[in-house]
């Protein structure tokens, strides 16, 4: 995955969420424009090549202080960005470190 063309697909709008993360987003109480906010300087914190929908990432953005994490993958016919899911790692403190790029 190219981050470079993560932040580019974000920038032209050309992204749809998953059912799953759309209820993940609302339930995180991320809007819209934050997740776009936090995508357009966000950074690779793991990959997975071997996901069976297809080549995906997790990113780590920030929105001011408010840290959000999205599975991304990029689809081809049309060119854009899957978000297979987004939410917030602060409220899940258990999992992540305090910087929210490793797993406890």
Excluded at 65 to 74: D, E, N, Q
Aim: hydrophobic share 30%.
């Amino acid at each position: 995955m190219d981050i470079q063309n993560i932040k580019r697909l974000v920038l032209q709008g050309k992204y749809e969420f998953s059912k799953h993360a759309e209820r993940e987003r609302e339930l995180d109480m991320i809007h819209v424009w934050e997740l776009e906010d936090a995508l357009r300087d966000c950074e690779i914190i793991e990959n997975y090549p071997d996901d069976p929908r297809g080549s995906s990432c997790l990113v780590l953005g920030f929105c001011g202080p408010k840290p959000i994490h999205a599975v991304c993958a990029i689809e081809t016919d049309p060119e854009e960005l899957l978000l297979i899911t987004v939410y917030d790692p602060s409220k899940r403190p258990e999992r992540w470190t305090e910087e929210y790029r490793k797993r406890r």
